[in-house]
């Protein structure tokens, strides 16, 4: 009689770690092609912009646009002295104390603010790269496992009609095992569309079709005080605080220098030349600016109320994923289990076949099952992996 080959998928369920495809790319790299398609590094160019306009305006001796100031009078059509009048001079907004100071505060803060914000975009795109990857590896693993049923059931069809033409199995064996081969071939034609799918999306972003050299990643532990999105809300808050400083270093008008000469003539007289310099320096504050500052001392307080409630939501965060890991290292364990019952049953089940104490059909369900649980070990496998690179995300871990 004719002996069946028990399915061996050692090699295929450990998914790490090998692939069918290249594998030269690093993380680093594809990371570096992620963050170039990233729409918001277009606008780091703003803050740039910001800060240089700010720190102008610091280093500025004056706090306003420069007047020129020019007036003529002539009383040639009033009356008949011909008097005439010229006043010339030049009008200079002066810094208030403390406002230059606030200025600078201010670029500083913008300055502080693109720093965080590149480290915010490469967190954000490494999340990306990291769903892109395990979106990848999965879809090609299930392929994998996808093609290895087809195999199996066309392994078995073959078998079956050989034992049919020599009279040891009925004919409808070998119609229910054809049966199972064109499911097995129709799940492969799915899984194979979504794989082409996940590779485009992943070719798109990355501009290669290869998954990093070492795909797994190590459990890190990250100071929360670096995490790059709660650095990038705290750089926001310093410029809301500068702000805010610089509403109420200007509550007042700014004082006006004004300098320049008057040149006086008429008949009786001759032409008199004098100069000029005076300050004006306001009193009092205006009402509207005290609003202004009540608006932007409320937008600070909403945003530190940000920071709080974004604190606790990371750690809240961070603890369910550490919580994943210990959950995903649990059910490894319990698949390896399965694995082996499945494998025992199936050979079993092989046995029982062959001496014809069972029908086909209870070999068809061992071989599914014995299938499904080198599949479910395998994703398993990707699923402790995702908890892990999902855990070092969360962490503010970039790659």
Known sequence: MKQLQILSLTGLFFFGLSSQIAQAATYSDLLKNVMQNQPEQTALTGYDEVERSANTAA???FSGNTNLVIAHENDAMTGDLDKTKWHIGAEFPLWLPGQADSQAQLAQGYSSLRNNQVNYLKWRASGQLRDLVWQYKEAQVQTEMAEESVAQANALLNLINKLV???????????????????AKSHLLSQGNQLDSVKKRYQSWTGSLELPEQITENSIEVDMNDHPELQKQQAELAILKAELQNLKAGQKDN????????????????PNTSLFAQISYPIGSSPTKKIEMAKQNTLVLNKEAEIKRYQIELQNRLYASQQAVFLADKKLSISAQDMQLAEQ???????????????????????QAFLESALQQALTQIEMAKAI????????DSL
């Open 59 to 61: 280093n500025s001796f």
């Open 165 to 183: 033409k020599v009279g040891e199995k009925p004919k409808i064996d070998a119609l229910i095992a054809q049966k199972l081969l064109l499911q």
């Open 255 to 270: 004082p006006v220098l004004s300098v320049g000469g008057f040149q006086e003539e008429d008949k009786a007289m001759s």
């Open 345 to 367: 049953t199936l050979q079993l089940a092989q046995q029982a076949y062959q001496a014809g104490e069972s029908n086909i059909q209870t070999l068809m369900t061992a071989q």
């Open 389 to 396: 690179a999902n855990h070092n995300q969360i962490a503010g």
